[in-house]
Nanobody, 113 residues
């Protein structure tokens, strides 16, 4: 059974940076398309970024120019580098495996203004 474990969330001031990590237990991770989603209080979960097995990335317009998604297949890990954070980025961030339709447990990101 595949598991996803996120880490790296926390409290940061507006304008600051955080890097989220998502470690996968999949033995075929390098062939998996991965993504990050977030859910703010009282709102629906929304897509943030995705990265294909070949490294092609896509980002939501709201985070373009500030966030970067990347992967390290040797470590079975996908990252979300978040710069120039804003209060509206406050949410629980979830890692997602499209290949297995699987979610991580989520990690809280709180941006104080």
């Amino acid at each position: 059974q595949v598991h996803l474990v996120e880490s790296g969330g926390g409290l940061v001031q507006a304008g600051g940076s955080l890097r989220l990590s998502c470690a996968s237990s999949s033995s075929t991770f390098s062939g998996n398309t991965m993504g990050w989603y977030r859910q703010a209080p009282g709102k629906q979960r929304e897509w943030v970024a995705s990265i294909s097995s070949g490294g092609t990335t896509n980002l939501a317009d709201s985070v373009k120019g500030r966030f970067t998604i990347s992967r390290d297949n040797a470590k079975n890990t996908v990252y979300l580098q978040m710069n120039s954070l804003k209060s509206e980025d406050t949410a629980v961030y979830y890692c997602h495996s499209y290949t297995f339709s699987l979610w991580g447990q989520g990690t809280q990101v709180t941006v104080s203004s």
